[in-house]
């Protein structure tokens, strides 16, 4: 098997994405050199915008990603006005229930989320009319332009003016709801936490370290900063001229509800449950040691870096729940899930829940509720890892991975944390394609 099989190429270029990761850095030097006092609402922004301008370059105009068939255009020119106004109705629609959500849902009126509502609206405005345009272009060489836009537009005509909802393709409209719901839940969750990133790095300066615990903190940040700017780029940058776009939604519950557990608001009800740390962390308990304070500081550092870097190698292809290309370099070339295994050992090497001051019977509450954390984050993997066989370059990489991966010495030992095809695909995680084809099969019948 390991002779036939070959690892599929990515589909991000990680030396390209290294120059943003570079450029996201240099901009962070820049503002502080030359402008210290910067609205670090203004600097998050520039940050973001520093990450993904050079990998976009590079998409546009180097490797013309537009011309690839995985981008949905063809040569051929498509005009068909009616279509292009029902899809701008359904285009309009979309940002409509965004801005509603944003505006009038509690969870946005929050301290948390408010320098995101300080860009909100104008960024809303912004993107609708730059997206109009975009769209436009775009409707013109789709294979496929009754998208969801298209019958998000149709169900808006059947709710204003009682048109025929027979002409809405639920399942496509359904793909549509998710894709927007991704963006508009988790985009203002990692602004929220790369404004809190970018404005410490901000503020500190070499005067600032008084103690190792400010050094390892200034390292955590710094690490942590790429993997948030990362990703917010990876929620902006979802278009199809960049063949950056969401190709598929995780279809499942299971799927949704394990994601979902890990961030706010829904991770303090997950934290709160499966309780493991009493705020007593390794810095407190290697405080008086300094070779092991650094010795121990350093695996939690190189751990959350290969984390973070998992990210970067993702550059603005990242995004929870969906599939928008296969990523195979980087810590992927050694790992199916190196974000979730690194991140579940450095919080082992963070949170110490093994050394409590109240006894042995807390030690190993803490133990168990970290494990059961744990177990989120597995079946995060494994959910992932059924809607992604709907690909065959996952596949053939996830198969790859049984024979050269770094861990899979575990697959051998124990077969049941090996992948298996046969398994991911009896969850019947059928991706919205899929699930068109299966009713149109039925229909023949």
């Known amino acids: 098997m390991s002779e036939e099989l070959k690892r599929p190429e990515s589909s991000m270029n990680l030396y390209v994405n290294i120059t943003g990761l570079l450029s996201f850095y ?91 509502k300080s860009i909100a609206n104008y960024s809303l405005l912004i993107l609708a009319v730059l997206g109009l345009y975009y769209l436009i272009e775009a409707d013109i060489w789709m294979k496929e332009p009754e998208d969801g836009y298209y019958h998000m537009g149709k169900l808006t005509m059947v709710l204003l003016f009682a048109a025929k909802k027979e002409e809405i393709n639920w399942i496509i409209l359904k793909e549509h709801f998710r894709n927007w719901f991704i963006k508009i839940f988790f985009f203002p969750i990692m602004f929220g936490v790369s404004y809190i990133h970018v404005d410490f790095l901000l503020k500190w300066n070499i005067s600032d370290f008084t103690d190792k615990r400010d050094i390892y903190f200034y390292f955590q940040y710094l690490i942590f900063s790429m993997d948030v700017v990362f990703a917010c780029a990876g929620y902006l940058i979802t278009f199809r001229v960049v063949d950056s776009h969401i190709k598929s939604v995780d279809p499942t519950k299971l799927g949704w509800i394990f994601c979902l557990m890990c961030y ?125 066989s709907n690909y065959p370059e996952y596949v053939q990489y996830a198969n790859w991975m049984n024979e050269h991966g770094t861990l899979r010495f575990i697959g051998k030992l124990i077969p049941f944390f090996a992948y298996s095809e046969e398994r991911a695909k009896r969850q019947g995680a059928l991706t919205w394609q899929k699930q068109l084809e299966k009713k149109e099969r039925e229909l023949e019948f």
């Not at 820049?30 to 609402?41: A, E, K, Q, T, W």
Request: glycine share 4%.
């Open 26 to 116: 240099l901009s962070l030097v820049l503002i502080n050199y030359f402008h210290p006092d910067m609205d670090r609402v203004v600097a998050t922004i520039v940050c973001i915008f520093s990450s993904f301008t050079i990998p976009l370059y590079f998409d546009l105009f180097v490797y013309k990603k537009y011309k690839k068939a995985s981008s949905g255009f063809h040569n051929i020119e498509n005009k068909n006005p009616d279509r292009i106004l029902v899809k701008l109705l359904g285009f309009l629609a979309t940002f409509f229930i965004a801005w509603l959500i944003y505006n009038f849902l509690p969870e946005y009126q929050i301290d948390y989320h408010q320098h995101f």
């Open 264 to 388: 706010v608001p829904f991770s303090g009800y997950s934290t709160s449950f499966f309780k493991y740390n009493n705020g007593f962390f390794f810095y407190d308990w290697l405080y008086n040691d300094d070779i092991l304070f650094i010795i121990w500081a350093g695996i939690v550092l190189f751990a959350n870096a290969i984390y973070a870097f998992s990210t970067v190698a993702f550059g603005y292809r990242f995004s929870n729940l969906t599939y928008r290309g296969i990523i195979t370099s980087g810590p992927y070339r050694f790992s199916k899930h190196p974000a979730y295994i690194t991140k579940n050992i450095a919080w082992w090497f963070y949170s110490v829940p093994f050394i409590s001051a109240d006894g042995w019977k807390d030690a190993a509450a803490y133990c168990f509720g970290l494990s059961l954390i744990n177990l989120i984050y597995f079946m995060r993997a494994r959910t992932e890892e059924n809607h992604l």
